[in-house]
């Protein structure tokens, strides 16, 4: 069973920075795509970001574009998610998933595996 595990989250103003990061158990974690996903109170889980298996094919809802940045280190089993010019509309509990297949989706039942979240809290 696969194990993913946030880290990074934490309370920041708007306008600043948060890192995010995911590790996972195995080794097998480099060989499918891995997202991004946020949930706000009261809303449903949305997709944020997502990267392919090489790394090289990257995606991201409009409302993030231009200020967060995905990336995986196949060789530490880690994806990241690089948090610029934060908005207190970021708010949410992020969650890290993979899944068994290459290619890279927007969409969360595509996902066979889920971290625990980690809170992202900002303020105006």
């Known amino acids: 069973q696969e194990q993913l595990v946030e880290s990074g989250g934490g309370l920041v103003q708007a306008g600043g920075s948060l890192r995010l990061s995911c590790a996972a158990s195995?080794?097998?974690?480099?060989?499918?795509?891995m997202g991004w996903f946020r949930q706000a109170p009261g809303k449903e889980r949305e997709f944020v970001s997502t990267?392919?298996?090489?790394?090289?094919?990257?995606y991201y809802t409009d409302s993030v574009k231009g200020r967060f940045t995905i990336s995986r280190d196949n060789a530490k089993n880690t994806v990241y998610l690089q948090m610029n010019s934060l908005k207190p509309e970021d708010t949410a509990v992020y969650y890290c998933?993979?899944?068994?297949?290459?290619?890279?989706?927007?969409?969360?039942?595509?996902?066979?595996?889920w971290g625990q979240g980690t809170q992202v809290t900002v303020s105006s």
């Open positions: 990267i392919d298996w090489s790394g090289r094919n990257t």
């Open positions: 195995r080794p097998t974690f480099s060989s499918g795509a």
């Open positions: 998933a993979a899944r068994r297949f290459v290619i890279a989706s927007t969409t969360s039942v595509d996902y066979d595996y």
